[in-house]
């Protein structure tokens, strides 16, 4: 496995999770676009590793600091509302 792809899969599975949890609904198009994007960096990785890994690394600190999709919340809120309050308050 390439060096970028995990951190390419790991941002994809933050995507949908975070959708999944605040909508409520399954976004399978960030999936499907996430591993194509992750085939992408695999083949960018045989070119120059050292700029697939970081723009890999850009997509998740980028990913985990904004809402992405329909999320309304980026990770870092939804996640700091779980184990703040336990709960997140919608609406």
């Known amino acids: 496995m390439a060096a970028s792809t995990g951190i390419v899969l790991g941002a994809t599975g933050i995507v949908v999770a975070n959708e999944w949890i605040q909508t409520d609904k ?3 198009k960030a999936g499907a676009a996430g591993l ?3 085939l992408f960096m695999a083949g960018a990785e ?3 590793q050292p700029l697939a ?3 890999s690394s850009i997509m998740l600190v980028t990913v985990l600091i904004t809402p992405v999709a ?3 919340d980026s990770p870092l809120i939804t996640v700091s509302h779980l ?3 336990g709960s997140i308050k919608r609406g």
């Open 46 to 48: 045989k070119i120059s």
């Open 36 to 38: 194509v994007l992750t």
């Open 26 to 28: 399954l976004n399978w």
């Open 53 to 55: 890994v970081g723009l």
């Open 83 to 85: 184990f703040g309050s």
């Open 70 to 72: 329909e999320a309304k």
